[in-house]
């Protein structure tokens, strides 16, 4: 699976069209971590590629739009 799945999972969705309707209006967008073992999801800002982790300490977060290749 991969993070952008998990991501979809984690927030509810069953695909990406249903968040991307749901987020793409928004000025924040779900995110989540990069690392492995590890998936933190938070708000960020949509365009976010390397957030930061608050379990891992890193700047590890993308948000789900970079994840999907929209931004
Ligand atoms: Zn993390």
């Known amino acids: 699976m991969t993070k952008l799945q998990k991501l979809l999972e984690i927030e509810g969705y ?3 069209t249903e968040l991307l ?3 793409i209006t928004d000025s924040v967008c779900p995110a ?3 690392n492995e073992g590890c998936n933190y ?3 960020m800002e949509p365009d976010q590629d390397r ?3 608050e379990e ?3 700047n590890s977060m993308k ?3 970079v994840l999907a290749g929209v931004i």
């Open 41 to 43: 999801v938070c708000e």
């Open 51 to 53: 957030g930061w982790c």
């Open 56 to 58: 891992c300490h890193t």
């Open 14 to 16: 069953t695909n990406l």
């Open 63 to 65: 948000a789900a739009l």
């Open 32 to 34: 989540i971590c990069m």
């Open 21 to 23: 309707a749901a987020n």
